[in-house]
């Protein structure tokens, strides 16, 4: 329905005259009659009273195709870092309702999990920092660490507390269900190897090595980390050269090593590799995955200079390779920048 249309519909239901809709908003009747023989649309700034005068939201003065709400919701929360409660709840309530639809199931689910994950963490976000000031303000006593550890994911000490078994059990029953399906395997075989499981790791890498799709530069990345799992540093070493050797110019291998490397705290073999698989990328625009495993690795060694200048890096590839203007991934690699600096300037 045209947008003229709706705003006639809107008023009889709301039982008001062309005149008494115009005062309301201030302006002249003509203007409300050339709205609705569309011979005018009205200005950008009257959607909002419109939308409150007829007890609606503006998006409900469009009709909007349940696609199109679905890309509206989706974009609000990549680039929100907080949703009011009444526009989360407005989501909430359409993703509902699309929960039945066949066409739409799938992707509503997915982005009502977005939802619910964003709103959790920006919730995370404000939990770490009235925690941190409570250990601030008593540290010496056990308090809201437990929050902090949750909101932030720190290490827990406990066994009990820090182990993947029920990520583990989830994703043995995904891969059981789907045995001809490549990616469960790896998300299974990543938290087999955070507790060290490796023979069971092994045996899903070889159940996986066998899929149609299997990708062996990965297969050989993982065979690498199952004997850093059983302690073998000299055979998880010689996969890894030989893996980089083999294809010097592969920057999933080389991003890969790279990753592997910084787990061993080898950090300048780590920034090498980096460097050479940013450098090696094709793809344009480029992900900020190198950048940030540099940037992280500066700001542990205590170069923070070097890793604002990366955070430099950051914002150029966001601004000229994916043009974005503002954008949180943008307004927290600015914020990263300066907090770095700061740290600069009381080294």
Same mark, same amino acid.
């Given at each position: 329905?045209?947008?003229?249309?709706?705003?006639?519909?809107?008023?009889?239901?709301?039982?008001?005259?062309?005149?008494?809709?115009?005062?309301?908003?201030?302006?002249?009747?003509?203007?409300?009659?050339?709205?609705?023989?569309?011979?005018?649309?009205?200005?950008?700034?009257?959607?909002?009273?419109?939308?409150?005068?007829?007890?609606?939201?503006?998006?409900?003065?469009?009709?909007?195709?349940?696609?199109?709400?679905?890309?509206?919701?989706?974009?609000?929360?990549?680039?929100?870092?907080?949703?009011?409660?009444?526009?989360?709840?407005?989501? $909430? &309530?359409?993703?509902? /309702?699309?929960?039945? !639809?066949?066409?739409?199931?799938?992707? #509503?689910?997915?982005?009502? *999990?977005?939802?619910?994950?964003?709103?959790?963490?920006?919730?995370?976000?404000?939990?770490?920092?009235?925690?941190?000031?409570?250990?601030?303000?008593?540290?010496?006593?056990?308090?809201?660490?437990?929050?902090?550890?949750?909101?932030?994911?720190?290490?827990?000490?406990?066994?009990?507390?820090?182990?993947?078994?029920?990520?583990?059990?989830?994703?043995?029953?995904?891969?059981?269900?789907?045995?001809?399906?490549?990616?469960?395997?790896?998300?299974?075989?990543?938290?087999?190897?955070?507790?060290?499981?490796?023979?069971?790791?092994?045996?899903?890498?070889?159940?996986?090595?066998?899929?149609?799709?299997?990708?062996?530069?990965?297969?050989?990345?993982?065979?690498?980390?199952?004997?850093?799992?059983?302690?073998?540093?000299?055979?998880?070493?010689?996969?890894? $050269? &030989?893996?980089?050797? /083999?294809?010097?110019? !592969?920057?999933?291998?080389?991003?890969? #090593?790279?990753?592997?490397? *910084?787990?061993?705290?080898?950090?300048?073999?780590?920034?090498?590799?980096?460097?050479?698989?940013?450098?090696?990328?094709?793809?344009?625009?480029?992900?900020?995955?190198?950048?940030?495993?540099?940037?992280?690795?500066?700001?542990?060694?205590?170069?923070?200079?070097?890793?604002?200048?990366?955070?430099?890096?950051?914002?150029?590839?966001?601004?000229?390779?994916?043009?974005?203007?503002?954008?949180?991934?943008?307004?927290?690699?600015?914020?990263?920048?300066?907090?770095?600096?700061?740290?600069?300037?009381?080294?």
């Amino acid at each position: 329905m045209e947008l003229g249309k709706k705003i006639r519909q809107l008023r009889y239901k709301a039982g008001l005259t062309q005149e008494q809709l115009a005062d309301k908003l201030g302006i002249g009747a003509q203007s409300v009659s050339k709205w609705e023989n569309a011979a005018s649309m009205p200005d950008i700034t009257t959607l909002p009273l419109l939308a409150e005068i007829f007890g609606i939201s503006i998006d409900d003065l469009f009709d909007l195709s349940s696609e199109q709400h679905l890309n509206r919701i989706e974009n609000s929360l990549d680039i929100n870092e907080e949703l009011p409660l009444d526009l989360f709840r407005e989501y $909430e &309530d359409f993703l509902k /309702t699309q929960l039945g !639809d066949a066409q739409n199931k799938q992707r #509503a689910t997915s982005i009502l *999990a977005y939802l619910y994950w964003h709103r959790m963490n920006s919730n995370a976000k404000k939990a770490a920092g009235y925690a941190k000031d409570v250990i601030r303000m008593a540290p010496g006593e056990k308090d809201c660490q437990w929050v902090l550890d949750r909101a932030e994911g720190h290490a827990a000490w406990d066994w009990n507390m820090a182990n993947h078994t029920k990520a583990i059990e989830f994703w043995q029953g995904i891969v059981e269900e789907n045995p001809d399906v490549r990616l469960p395997y790896l998300y299974l075989i990543d938290n087999l190897l955070a507790d060290h499981r490796a023979d069971e790791a092994e045996n899903y890498l070889e159940r996986a090595a066998g899929l149609p799709d299997a990708r062996p530069v990965m297969v050989q990345v993982y065979r690498a980390h199952i004997a850093l799992a059983r302690f073998d540093e000299k055979t998880a070493d010689g996969n890894i $050269e &030989d893996l980089v050797s /083999t294809h010097p110019e !592969d920057c999933v291998c080389l991003f890969e #090593a790279a990753q592997y490397y *910084a787990k061993k705290c080898n950090y300048a073999k780590a920034i090498e590799l980096y460097e050479q698989s940013f450098e090696k990328e094709t793809r344009r625009p480029r992900f900020t995955d190198e950048l940030m495993g540099i940037a992280d690795i500066y700001e542990i060694i205590g170069e923070y200079r070097k890793a604002a200048e990366t955070y430099d890096r950051i914002i150029d590839l966001l601004e000229n390779e994916w043009g974005f203007t503002e954008d949180t991934g943008l307004e927290h690699a600015r914020q990263e920048k300066a907090r770095l600096l700061a740290k600069v300037q009381k080294a």
